[in-house]
Structures are given as structure tokens and as C-alpha cells.
């Protein structure tokens, strides 16, 4: 079952006959359309605003090389968020890998100024990048692109090349986590503030 | 204070962590296709150039009045978006440097979308031409293939997007005069080729005076005047000549390096 259907699916739809027909016209629009949800998996999984910007922007010129290498009738066939989606996560995971991080696959950055308590702005948005940024990076990837970009479990098992059940899987594991995680940091706060 | 821990919904709190890409990203990422152009500005001889690129190479060399009439101009050619960078990326600068101080051998990718094979032909042949060195469109185009294509290569080289990369300024009118330059009139080229170390006042001297080459008398081999080899001729061994053919007729070979014999190819 295809939850949460896009609004650019249409769109997308339109970009694919376009871009088969004539690549340089309508690679714009597609970068156009595209750009926010690709830096966003990227700073997710990142955890680095520069690394993602640059993460995204090696993503969109491998989309173009490999649109401008296939037929017609391979690009009428493409699903646009799932294969950029793709593209993005294999940047990612080689820039990881060329820089060889210590302890994690993924690397993750803190906030540029830890506040002395980071969960002061309790449902702020770099608690929840923060807590994101501790799961293993099989599960941050499952809920970045689930519940961040918003792909169905169709879209991800595609984008993953993993089996419906088991991308469903990574994802509740990775909530599941998340969750007590931030039930963790809550109760370490109010400790902290009644001691 | 024992207040329960407050439910808390994570795929909301998920839901909200998109991000808006930076202002820069589309741009930078269609440069790198060459879908859009960035820009600069670098010190030459003839004072500041405009450079423009893209993840092709080079796509303008130009003079302009000031950024606003160069992003006009260009957009207009090429129908791509433009920006201003704040300087030209760092390999490229180094490269053109060198080019522009004579290093040939330095590669610097150029963007040739919308020029003819022809063109660029055209502009291969030119950048042979060492620096402080001349030769006539005539040359160009007896060594292209084209011998009778004199008046094309004159007007591929006018059109030459990459001035001073390319130097089409190292080319001159088959009587030995200067002739035009793309890159803001005659007055440019005169001091482009001043400052590669050539004269352009003796040369004309020498083309008004109906010396077309000159030889050595103790090598036997004539040149094209502008060639290292002639210019390396002690004044009382060198020996002027008109024509391929008196100095064919006193015994002279041509040189191997200028091949002043493609410098016939329909010069009149």
C-alpha cells in the first residue's frame, strides 16, 4: 500500500516525460523541485550543513550524467524520489567512507554551540536531529527517509533495495529507539532540575 | 515534582526536521553540468577580463564595462543562468597563469557548445603558436587543410570565445600587418604582444619593407620573422627574402618548427 502519496508524484510524472525529451531544458526543474528534500536526507544523515550541500550537489550531477547515458525508454521508467533518494544515500555513504570515521559509519557533527542542556527547547528541531544522529545508520536512514522526506514503504524498499518488511522493520526499530532516547534525556533533565 | 512524562509524538517531531537547500545549491549543481555559468574577473595586460565557467571548462574570455553588461551579453549567448563568484576556482587560476605566461602544455578544458568544428579547428591550430611568436591567418588554414579558407579563419578566430586562453591575437594579416582583435580593437593586440616580448612596430617595419622571412646564412634555414629560431640570427648572418621562392631559389630550406611554406596559402 502506497501511504502518504506525494503531491510532486504528478509533477515528477511530467518532469520524466521531459526530461527524456529533452535533458538540459528540464534538469533545472528537476534540481528546482528536488533540492530541498535531497539536502535534507543529506544534512539527516550527514548531520553537517556544508557536507550535505555538497552530498546534494554530487547527487544531482550523477542523476544528470546517468540520465544523460540511458535510452528513452529506461528514463520513462524512472521514479524520481526514490532513485535521487538512492543517489543521495550512495554520496553519503562514500564520503563517510573516504574519510575513514573513527568510531561510526556515519559521522555526525554536533550543533555548532552545544547549549549547556540541549533539551531546554524540549520538542526543538536540533533535539530531534540530535537524537536521530545517535540511532545506528541502518535505522536513521529507515526513518530520515520514511518519516523526514516522507517516502512510502514502496518508495524506500526500492530506494534501499530491500524487501518491504524489512525497511518497515528498520523504521519502528528506529522510532521505537527514538522515542525512549528522548523519554531518557527528559527524565535525566527533570532529575537534574529537582536535585 | 513528579509530573508524568508528557506523550510524545516523534513522527511529528520528525515531520519537522526538512530543511530548505542553502541559496547556492541548484546553481553550484548546474554549473557542475554545465547548465549555468559562474563568473569572475582576473588581471591581464589590457586590465581586467571577465571569465566565465561551468563543469565543462572555459565558456568566456571577455572585456566588458562592468559585471551587470558582461552577465547581459553572455546570458544573451548562451541562455544560461549566470553568477558572480567571488574569485575563479583555484586549479583554473593557476592554469590560466601559466598558460598565459607561455606554458602550452597546461590543459584547460573549454566549453565548445555552439562552435563548429571548423571553429574550433581553427582555435586548436592557434594555440601552437608559442607565445611571442605571430602567424598569418594564411598559416592557420594551409595547416588546418584549408589552404583557401584564408578569410574563415579569420573570422573563426574573431569569434573565438576564449581570447588570450586561445591566442588568437598570436595571428596577423598575411601582409605582416597587425589586423583586428575580438577582444577590444588592434590597440589590445599591439600590447598583448608586447608584453609576450614581440615588437609589433619592427614587425610591421619589417612587413612594409616586403620582408616576409628570414634566414641564416650559416644554417641555411629561413623562418617565419617571429620565430625563436630567426630571432636567435646574428644581425650580420641574417638575410631577408621576399618570397618562398628567392629563398627556395638561394638555396634555403624552410624551417621545421614556424613551417614558413604554409604561410603561403593564398596570402595575397
Given at each position: 500500500m502506497d501511504d502518504q502519496r506525494q503531491p510532486t508524484d504528478t509533477a515528477d510524472a511530467a518532469l520524466i516525460g521531459r526530461l527524456s525529451a529533452d535533458l538540459d531544458g528540464a534538469f533545472p526543474v528537476l534540481v528546482e523541485a528536488h533540492q530541498d528534500r535531497l539536502f535534507t536526507i543529506a544534512l539527516r544523515v550527514l548531520g553537517n550543513r556544508s557536507d550535505a550541500e555538497e552530498a546534494a550537489q554530487d547527487a544531482f550531477v550523477r542523476a544528470y550524467r546517468a540520465i544523460a547515458g540511458y535510452p528513452a525508454e529506461r528514463i520513462r521508467e524512472l521514479r524520481l524520489r526514490p532513485w535521487l533518494a538512492t543517489i543521495v544515500l550512495n554520496v553519503c555513504r562514500n564520503r563517510v567512507r573516504v574519510r575513514r570515521?573513527?568510531?561510526?559509519?556515519l559521522a555526525f557533527e554536533p550543533a555548532a554551540e552545544p547549549a549547556a542542556d540541549p533539551f531546554s527547547s524540549r520538542h526543538g528541531r536540533e533535539v530531534w536531529a540530535a537524537l536521530l544522529a545517535t540511532l545506528p545508520p541502518t535505522q536513521r536512514v529507515a526513518v530520515v527517509l520514511r518519516h523526514v522526506d516522507g517516502l512510502s514503504y514502496t518508495e524506500m524498499a526500492e530506494a534501499l533495495g530491500r524487501p518491504e518488511g524489512t525497511v518497515k522493520a528498520q523504521v519502528h526499530r528506529g522510532l521505537a529507539a527514538l522515542r525512549t532516547a528522548f523519554i531518557a534525556a527528559e527524565r535525566r533533565e527533570r532529575e537534574e532540575m529537582t536535585a | 515534582m513528579n509530573s508524568p512524562i508528557p506523550s510524545v509524538d516523534v513522527e511529528a517531531a520528525l515531520a519537522g526536521l526538512t530543511e530548505t537547500a542553502p541559496s547556492g545549491l541548484a546553481h553550484g549543481a548546474l554549473v557542475a553540468v554545465g547548465l549555468a555559468d559562474d563568473y569572475a574577473t582576473i588581471e591581464s595586460p589590457i586590465g581586467p577580463l571577465w571569465i566565465a565557467w561551468n563543469g565543462r571548462g572555459v565558456a568566456a574570455v571577455e572585456k566588458a564595462p562592468d559585471d551587470r553588461a558582461f552577465e547581459v551579453r553572455l546570458q544573451a549567448r548562451t541562455g544560461r543562468p549566470i553568477r558572480r563568484a567571488a574569485s575563479l576556482p583555484a586549479d583554473l587560476a593557476r592554469a590560466i597563469e601559466r598558460r598565459l605566461a607561455g606554458d602550452r602544455r597546461v590543459r584547460i578544458s573549454l566549453?565548445?557548445?555552439?562552435?563548429t568544428e571548423f571553429e574550433q579547428a581553427v582555435w586548436l591550430k592557434a594555440l601552437e603558436i608559442p607565445r611571442g611568436e605571430v602567424r598569418p591567418y594564411g598559416w592557420i588554414a594551409a595547416e588546418i587543410g584549408r589552404p583557401k579558407a584564408v578569410r574563415a579563419v579569420g573570422t573563426a578566430l574573431g569569434h573565438n570565445p576564449f581570447p588570450l586562453i586561445v591566442p588568437c591575437h598570436r595571428v596577423v594579416r598575411s601582409d605582416g600587418t597587425i589586423g583586428q582583435y575580438s577582444l577590444g580593437g588592434p590597440g589590445n593586440k599591439r600590447t598583448i604582444l608586447a608584453a609576450e616580448g614581440l615588437d609589433p612596430d619592427e614587425l610591421e617595419r619589417l612587413a612594409r619593407a616586403g620582408v616576409r622571412y628570414v634566414g641564416s646564412d650559416t644554417t641555411k634555414i629561413y623562418c617565419l620573422p617571429s620565430c625563436h629560431h630567426a630571432r636567435r640570427i646574428q644581425p650580420n648572418h641574417r638575410v631577408p627574402f621576399g618570397s618562398l621562392a628567392s629563398s627556395e631559389a638561394a638555396g634555403y630550406r624552410a624551417c621545421l618548427d614556424c613551417r614558413p611554406s604554409s604561410a603561403t596559402a593564398f596570402a595575397a
Open positions: 570515521v573513527a568510531t561510526t559509519e | 566549453d565548445y557548445r555552439g562552435t
